[in-house]
Nanobody, 120 residues
Framework: QVRLVESGGGLVQAGGSLRLSCAASTSTFSNLVIGWYRQAPGSQRELVARISSSGSTVYAGSAKGRFTISRDNPKNTVFLQMTNLFPEDTAVYYC??????????????WGQGTQVTVSS
């Protein structure tokens, strides 16, 4: 069973940067697609970015050009580098694992996420 733990959130001013980490406890990490999602108060959870086992990436429109997803397979970790943050980026950020880039079925239970708060 895959278990994922998010970290790296915090309070930052608009225009600032944060790097989130998603650490996975599974021996099959390098074969998994990892996605970052976020959920703002009163809103549904939405995709931010995904990265495949080979390093291919997809981004939500709001993340393109500002966020970068990357992975370190030996460390079982995926990162989300966020730059030029807007107050609208304020949300709890979650990661999860998938069997393919098109799959909508998460392989792990959703964790507690990491809070990102961007002040104006």
């Amino acid at each position: 069973q895959v278990r994922l733990v998010e970290s790296g959130g915090g309070l930052v001013q608009a225009g600032g940067s944060l790097r989130l980490s998603c650490a996975a406890s599974t021996s099959t990490f390098s074969n998994l697609v990892i996605g970052w999602y976020r959920q703002a108060p009163g809103s549904q959870r939405e995709l931010v970015a995904r990265i495949s086992s080979s390093g291919s990436t997809v981004y939500a429109g709001s993340a393109k050009g500002r966020f970068t997803i990357s992975r370190d397979n030996p460390k079982n970790t995926v990162f989300l580098q966020m730059t030029n943050l807007f107050p609208e980026d304020t949300a709890v950020y979650y990661c999860n694992a998938y069997g393919s880039m098109m799959s909508r079925i998460p392989l792990a239970s959703w964790g507690q996420g990491t809070q990102v708060t961007v002040s104006s």
